[in-house]
């Protein structure tokens, strides 16, 4: 649907020979800004219903008719104004980054070049939502953005470009900043590459690889403390810095957000046996084949009167200080 030849009698809207095109972009102001940056027009210009910096400095570049913005405003009148402002407007591709609702095929039909996204995964691996959770947790090595076509169905078009990098030890936060550069950067070489009429080569995704990464929920939230080592630290790290993995200990409520391995602990603890060690101290807890020392965590304020106030972080002796006048060991469930 979106893959189209370009016949001998294409013809583009906005300079096609200084390599620039009339683009529908939907998204998030960053990656506008970068496409207005690269002499492209934007047409209409919708924003992601999404907080986000930066909608004032593009606003400045675009007369009014061609910005809409879709925080706060309700979704059938939105639809209405964009198949207007398309209709109007007659782009030669849509361009989605970090645009959170299915595009209508109707849409994509009204252009040429049918449409792009940039999805931070590698596709067809993590198609969904929430791929830096299931990258870090399902213990990948490589993570990395799709350049693909839009088509009916969330993250299943075509594959144009690639760009993979290492986990690391980064947490879900850590990765999501680490892949916004790449993302950028496929986003402007592919709008580019249409531009300058130099073909991607679409490559269809391979359906028996696929995996679904959906928000996390329930017991995706949580450890086995029998599990290894490794695997809660994974899991930690792929729930970190937000929501972070749910503790209580002798009534204080906390999540930790940050914990390493240890090879210093009281081998007579069972798996999920927590106790305060060291001067100054820190809580570690017996996993299935080792322990972790938790390192970071931030109280839980559910019953805070001020939901505004910044929360409360501690740092692992912090953290120890305060389990330790609550009690010494303690089962965690």
Not at 82 to 108: G, K
Not at 218 to 234: F, M, Q
Not at 284 to 293: K, P, Q
Request: hydrophobic content about 40%; some cysteine; overall charge negative.
């Amino acid at each position: 649907m979106v893959n189209r030849e370009l016949g001998e009698g294409t013809t583009f809207r906005h300079n096609p020979e200084r390599g620039h095109l009339k683009v529908g972009y939907f998204g998030l102001p960053l990656g506008a800004h970068l496409l207005l940056r690269d002499g492209h027009q934007l047409d209409p210009c919708v924003f992601s219903p999404l907080p986000a910096p930066g909608r004032r400095r593009v606003a400045r570049q675009l007369p009014p008719e061609s910005l809409l913005d879709a925080l706060g405003e309700p979704r059938e009148a939105l639809n209405a104004r964009i198949a207007q402002a398309l209709s109007r407007a007659q782009p030669d591709l849509i361009v989605s980054w970090f645009w959170t609702r299915l595009l209508p095929a109707a849409w994509l039909n009204t252009t040429p070049l049918g449409g792009i996204n940039v999805h931070p995964s590698l596709l067809p691996r993590h198609r969904g939502p929430n791929p830096y959770y299931w990258t870090i947790d399902s213990g990948d090595l490589e993570a990395g953005v799709t350049l693909h076509t839009l088509a009916p169905e969330y993250d299943t078009g075509a594959i144009l470009l690639q760009r993979a990098l290492p986990v690391g030890e980064r947490n879900a936060w850590q990765l999501a900043r680490a892949l916004d550069r790449p993302s950028l950067s496929l986003l402007r070489e592919g709008v580019g590459r249409f531009a300058r009429s130099h073909p991607l080569m679409p490559t269809a995704q391979d359906e028996q690889a696929a995996t679904w990464a959906p928000e996390p929920t329930g017991r995706e939230l949580k450890v086995d403390w029998s599990w290894p080592t490794a695997r809660i630290l994974r899991r930690i790290r792929a729930i970190s810095p937000v929501p972070g993995l749910a503790m209580e200990v002798g009534e204080l409520c906390f999540f930790v957000t940050r914990a390493s391995p240890t090879t210093h602990f009281v081998h007579a603890l069972a798996a999920g046996e927590a106790a305060v060690m060291g001067r100054p101290g820190t809580l570690i807890v017996r996993t299935g084949d080792g322990a972790i020392a938790v390192e970071r965590a931030i109280l839980d304020d559910t019953e805070d009167d001020d939901p505004d106030a910044d929360p409360i972080v501690l740092d692992r002796h912090a953290l120890a200080e305060a389990v330790a006048e609550r009690v010494e060991r303690v089962t965690l469930p």
